[in-house]
């Protein structure tokens, strides 16, 4: 009886140790994770900051650029007012059409085209567009495949007449 006791308590202390030994184990695991979360942010970190880097580089060449062309970017206007400025250079130059009026117009268009909010709206007419008229291309497309096969390369007319 007290050998079974004894065997009792040892198998009862063995199994505890084991759940304890469970337990560390999932902890020394579960912080393995976190260290290697840690690591893949800090990776993340410095490829951010490269990034940063490289485009912080691109800002400051494009900027002496502009300012080579004569467009200081700090004066980003408005696209409306940059489109005012546009017409009206374009009138002076209409009624003087002189090298120096031209060179206004021609700096004004670089600008006029650069600007992100010129950009943005043809950008959105495009789409206008191609949803209005989308229906008729795919008509249009339907139409001319009743006639026009999609293997007519290297076809003589003879082949073309045969295929319909």
């Given amino acids: 009886l007290a050998l079974s006791i004894i065997g009792f308590a040892i198998m009862k202390c063995s199994q505890h140790c084991l759940e304890l030994s469970d337990h560390k184990m999932l902890r020394v695991s579960f912080i393995k994770h976190l260290n290697q979360e840690r690591d893949d942010l800090n990776k993340e970190r410095d490829d951010l900051n490269q990034e940063r880097d490289i485009m912080a580089k691109n800002l400051d ?16 206007l408005p696209l409306d007012d940059v489109k005012v400025k546009y017409r009206e250079a374009m009138r002076q130059y209409d009624l003087e059409p002189t090298d120096a009026n031209l060179a206004i117009v021609e700096k004004l268009d670089e600008v006029l085209q650069a600007h992100p909010d010129l950009r943005a709206e043809k950008d959105a007419a495009m789409k206008a567009w191609r949803l209005k008229e989308q229906k008729k291309c795919q008509e249009a497309y339907q139409i001319m495949r ?3 096969p999609i293997n007519y390369n290297g076809a003589t007319p003879a082949k073309l007449q045969e295929l319909g």
């Fill in 61 to 76: 060449y494009t900027q002496q650029i502009l300012m080579s062309r004569g467009i200081d970017i700090e004066s980003l």
């Fill in 146 to 148: 009743t006639f026009i």
